[in-house]
């Protein structure tokens, strides 16, 4: 049998004699490991200060943003019943605010029914339309009857009316409209419901049949209206309709009379139609008192007259201030002209499209006509309506309420029920959900579209939103609840503090981070992984000049860090002189902006800066406009009637900003409300009727809609620039002639110009300065006025702003420490692969060492046999031999 074991044959120690060796063999892997252990020392100290510069780059954030500089501090008196946020225009100041009225959205529902699922009407296909706007006029309420001649004579009595659970204290002197309307308002703080009584007019016929009065010998005749003495004949004395006439005509004690008493009259009695008004709705007595035999008078021509005795009463109507339904209750309200219950509606009032409000349209196919179906159709169409299901708990429990998603008195809905295709609607649905504030209204309204008002600086502001823009300039108050308050808009100077030293302290940790890693260490006797590194040193050299330099460019008095107290120390770290800061916030706040951040700054109010780039060079440039930026628009030939008639069932196709090659969703069919618009009404109809389709407003393609000067019709995309093209063509009902003529659509154009004397690249109203040029990516927007000479724009970059550019040139994909970690990273791979080539050398060294002890083993163990034979044969030899 072979040896299987090194050394076991001869005894030598094969295993010690190898690892001896390959311990001298491996020696200079060490020196492959020292070597990657430095490098990876140097890209690990590449990331400490990679992330020091990443953190100093984080500080610089807000003081790059001119918004910073411009942000103000809000601090209202009342927290409960307002509080504000600021924007970048807006200014210091002091503000009393008082709140009146919070906006709330309407909200309208249907009559109860007793299914949620059963089938309303013939399940004929319908269309509701959902129009938003403004109600005009008029006044949401109760119109009551006329008072009848029993409260006349003995008044109401009391308990007999409540209004919103509140009683309404009347009594035998409350015999009028006007003594009930009083009586009324005595408790509109707790009812939220005012009256009015109407005009109290007696019959326009009253002296259509007056005849020729004669009194006999002895007799008399007396005629008062309202208490006042028209005519009084003594026994033999006649009187005709002209001399009633003649009693009323001029200024005499007759008409003196009725008019201190609040009467007027118009008409004449000799043709019958004398009529007496009391404009306050105090009663009016008309009084004939008759003795003797008299003949003739009201309604008794050439008959006897024993006198007659008559009270003309009115009506009363009721204003909800809120726009709720009213309560109306007590024992007895029918004496007041009411019927009890809850109700209200629009009496007199008009409505106003709002053009800016796209027009729903939800469709009602067969079988979705149910309660459950209707509430469900109007989700899903997402037209700015929810709708809901409430039950009330009667025997007919179920509502559907519609709520707009809206608040504000703009975003009233009136609600059209038509069919498809030209045919009639269902009159089910119609009778169900119809709402027209100037006409018809099916729903009952249980919220009122509302918008919040209130006075600032004595100004009075209505906005549809509980937070209110625009009425300060840059700031939005967000009222809460109605009361007053004082707003202090102030400067954020703390904030602008807060971001220098920020600043400072984090430009202090990366200069001790940069120390740290290149500096020598007394103590422990160790260099910095970094010592001598060129790239960190060009790094410090870079930041300590750009810090060092005055910002170019800009026009104030700050040009320098030194001149708001930041220096550097002995030690390179910089310091704030917290006093000279402060001295600068208050002196010269308004350039502090331009020492950090980029700002441009236009002479021309309609441009301003949109955006620049790191490429964008200081400077004052000039901009001159060749062509202003226009928005496709089609305009109507001729100027529009005073009224224009949309058929029903009208529908136009509408191309809307057609890309090349041409994209379908571009082109949509739209329908048309029918109606009878003025010239505004039809323009805002267009208008939310096209930014009513959902393909066009998910694509941001939206028009805009005017009636010019001259009287024209325009109708154009919200778009400006070549991209920006409308284009109608009718399929059904009024024809797109009608009302444009034969106008051809004018499809928009790009801005054009210089910046600095240099072509820019027009893109709808944004001017965009030439690659190469020193306006290189300064882009500005230019939102009005006319082409020619438009001014200048001066442009400077900021400490804050170079600092982040050069950051960014150290840490970015392509910056210095980027390069120079990515070289390292390359080095240990290099040195990775020469140590691994090394290591698979050194295996087959081991193994040719082994296999040459082996064969030595061998060698010995058989020199070692051989040596045992011959012994053992000499010994034999030797013995045989003696």
Known sequence: MGISSAGIGSGLDVDSLVTKLMAAESAPLNNYDTKSAGVQAQIAAYGKLSGAIGTFQGALSSLSSSSTFRALTTTSSNSDVLSATTSDTAVAGNYKISVSQLAQAQSLNTGGKASTTAAIGTGVPTTLTFQFGTVTGG??????????????????????????????????????????????????????????????????????????????????????????????????????????????????????????????FSGKASDGTLQF?????????????????????????????????????????????????????????????????????????????????????????????????????????????????????????????????????????????????????????????????????????????????????????????????????????????TGSSTLAVTRDTKSVTDAINGFVKAYNTLNSTIASLTGYNADSKKAGALQGDATVRGIQSQLRAQLGKAVQGLGGGLTTLGQIGVTFQKDGSLATDTTKLNTAMTNNFSDIAGLFAAVGQATDGMVSVASSSAKTQAGNYAVNITQMATQGALTSQNALASSTTIAANTTWTVTLNQTDPATSTKVQNIAIPAGTYDPKQLASLLRSAINGNSTFSGAGDTVESSVDDSGHLVLSSSKYGIGSKIDISGVTGTAVADLFGGATPAVGKDIAGTIGGVAATGNGQTLTGAAGSAVEGLALKITGGSAGERGSVNFSQGYAYQLNNLATSFIGTSGMITTKTTGLNNTVTSIQKDRDAFSNRLTAIEARYRAQFTALDTMLSSMQSTQSYLTQQLAAIAANSS
Not at 299 to 310: F, P
Request: aromatic fraction near 2%; charged fraction near 10%; avoid cysteine.
């Open 139 to 264: 006044n949401f309420g109760l119109a009551g009857g006329a008072l009848g001649a029993a409260v006349a004579s003995g008044g109401v009595a009391n308990g007999s009316l409540t209004i919103n659970g509140t009683a309404i204290a009347t009594g035998a002197a409350t015999r009028s409209a006007k003594d009930l309307a009083a009586a009324i308002n005595a408790q509109t703080t707790t009812t939220g419901v005012t009256a009015a009584a109407a005009a109290t007019k007696t019959a326009s016929d009253l002296f259509s049949g007056f005849g020729g009065v004669t009194t006999a010998s002895g007799a008399s005749y007396s005629l008062s209206v309202g208490g006042v003495e028209l005519a009084d004949l003594a026994g033999g004395a006649s009187l005709d309709a002209a001399g009633i006439d003649s009693a009323l005509t001029g200024t005499n004690p007759t008409t003196e009379a009725l008019a201190d008493a609040g009467i007027t």
């Open 277 to 481: 008004t009391a404009a306050d709705g105090s009663n009016i007595a008309v009084t004939e008192t008759v003795t003797g035999s008299v003949t003739g008078g009201l309604h008794n021509s050439g008959t006897a007259n024993v006198g007659s005795n008559s009270v003309v009463t009115s009506t009363l109507s009721l204003n909800s201030g809120t726009g709720s339904p009213i309560q109306v209750g007590g024992s007895n309200p029918a004496l007041a002209g009411l019927t009890a219950g809850s109700g209200g509606s629009y009496l007199g009032a008009g409505f106003t499209q709002d053009g800016a409000q796209a027009i729903g349209t939800v469709s009602l196919p067969s079988g979705s006509q149910s309660l459950a179906g209707i509430r469900d159709a109007i989700n899903k169409a997402n037209i700015g309506v929810t709708a809901s299901i409430v039950s009330d708990g009667s025997d007919k429990p179920y509502h559907l309420v519609l709520t707009s998603t809206k608040t504000g008195e703009s975003s009233a809905m009136k609600i059209s029920v038509s069919g498809v295709d030209g045919a009639a609607g269902d009159t089910a649905i119609s009778d169900l959900l119809s709402y027209d504030p100037a006409g018809a209204q099916k729903l009952n309204q249980t919220s009122a579209a509302q918008s919040t008002k209130l006075n600032v600086n004595g100004i009075a502001v209505t906005s549809n939103s509980t937070s209110v823009t625009g009425a300060v300039d840059g700031v939005t108050i967000n009222v809460a609840q």
